[in-house]
């Protein structure tokens, strides 16, 4: 019996390479329901593709649009829309799998419906864990889900790890995440107030979103994926560091306790961590190109220069405060990058927004308790974060 997939995020980076693997295991892999967020004519183009019974869209006039043009290319997929309705897709009871690629803290509510529903859950959101932390891992241990990581760090932790997650504590000393060091890692700090989008966008190793990419320049990505580590692996803040290795072969390595290290390598290409996922606990081809060691050339790694890139140790600071920075700080970010994307603010002004955000939202008790509280907490670190780059932008 084939495995029946949701795909949310379908139009992004992580969507496309998803159908690509699938496309490649038609007997292991069918499509149930497919969602986008902005980009209309892609999610069309998709559902006559795979025909799949369901595709979701954010708001009603794009769910009329898309169900007309569906109709008149001859499909029956129903369309959706809203949040609510990608929360009973990742639920669904059709549904073996889920591919979790929406980008921000409104891939949060589906990743704890999918949890909650006991599904295998593909984790690309990074603000399920970033926003959710102890309320989304609470979900999928309660909810019995599967969870795996795609992001290619925290994919490569896990391929090192033994199935078991009970030896986990008894064999990591600590772990390191690698980190490409984007396309400022030697450009001079005093210089980057003058960045511009397209300089951020223009990521050296990896072909990405928009939001991802200048989130990787700040390695605001870097500092995310530490607050997921913390999370995923049940690791201490003191136990995730963070090395810069410009080549993106070694995706992530694992200290052991006996002083062993262990690591996950190949080609920077996201079809691996999501074959890993689909696949799990076997492997299948992937269609990523095979690494050559003969072209490789050396391996080298530089630690993090905290002038060029202060926004990682946000990461840490949010993880001693209590819970519920960490989705202050996504909150933040997601705000001041939409803020230097749309030209309200230079890029330096990032991290002003950040910092300043964290320290003025503090969580009160119980403010991550649930899915409500922690939307009302995410609305409030937002409204700050909009205050805080008018005020830069003055």
Not at 70 to 80: D, K, M, P, W
């Amino acid at each position: 019996m084939r495995q029946r997939v949701c795909i949310l995020g379908a139009t992004g980076s992580v969507g496309r390479n998803t159908l690509d693997v699938i496309a490649r295991h038609p007997q292991r892999f069918e499509v149930f329901a497919l969602s986008a967020h902005a980009r209309m004519d892609d999610l069309v183009a998709l559902c006559e593709q795979w025909r799949p019974p369901y595709a979701a869209v954010g708001d009603a006039a794009q769910a009329t649009d898309v169900a007309g043009r569906l109709r008149a290319a001859g499909l029956s997929t129903e369309v959706v829309h809203g949040s609510q309705a990608l929360c009973e897709l990742a639920a669904h009871p059709e549904v073996d799998s889920v591919m979790a690629a929406i980008v921000g803290a409104a891939g949060l509510a589906p990743c704890l419906a999918a949890a909650a529903a006991g599904k295998r859950l593909m984790l690309a959101n990074k603000e399920a864990l970033v926003v959710g932390a102890g309320l989304f891992m609470r979900t999928v241990r309660e909810g019995g889900a599967t969870l795996l990581p795609i992001d290619s760090e925290h994919s490569a932790i896990f391929q090192c790890l033994p199935a078991d997650r009970r030896e986990w504590a008894g064999l990591i000393d600590h772990i390191v995440l690698t980190a490409s060091g984007g396309p400022f890692r030697s450009r001079d700090p005093h210089t980057l107030s003058a960045v511009t989008p397209q300089e951020a966008c223009a990521h050296p190793n990896w072909v990405m979103g928009r939001k991802i990419s200048v989130d990787s320049a700040t390695m605001m990505n870097k500092a995310l994926e530490v607050i997921e580590a913390r999370w995923l692996f049940g690791l201490e803040p003191e136990q995730i560091r963070v090395m810069i290795h410009p080549q993106s072969i070694i995706h992530s390595m694992v200290v052991c306790r006996d002083a062993s290290v262990l690591a996950q390598l190949g080609t920077p290409d996201m079809k691996v961590p999501i074959s890993v996922g689909l696949a799990h606990p076997r492997r299948m081809e992937s269609g990523a190109p095979s690494l050559d060691f003969g072209s490789v050339g050396a391996l080298t790694f530089e630690p993090v220069d905290g002038e060029r890139f202060p926004g990682l140790d946000l990461a840490y600071q949010a993880l001693r405060e209590p819970e519920g920075c960490t989705a202050v700080l996504n909150a933040a970010n997601e705000v001041a990058v939409q803020s230097f994307l749309d030209g309200r603010m230079c890029y330096t002004d990032i991290h002003r927004v950040n910092a300043a955000t964290l320290e003025q939202v503090t969580p009160g008790p119980g403010e991550a308790g649930s899915l409500e509280a922690l939307l009302e907490l995410d609305g409030r670190a937002r409204r700050a974060a909009v205050a805080l780059v008018k005020e830069y932008a003055a």
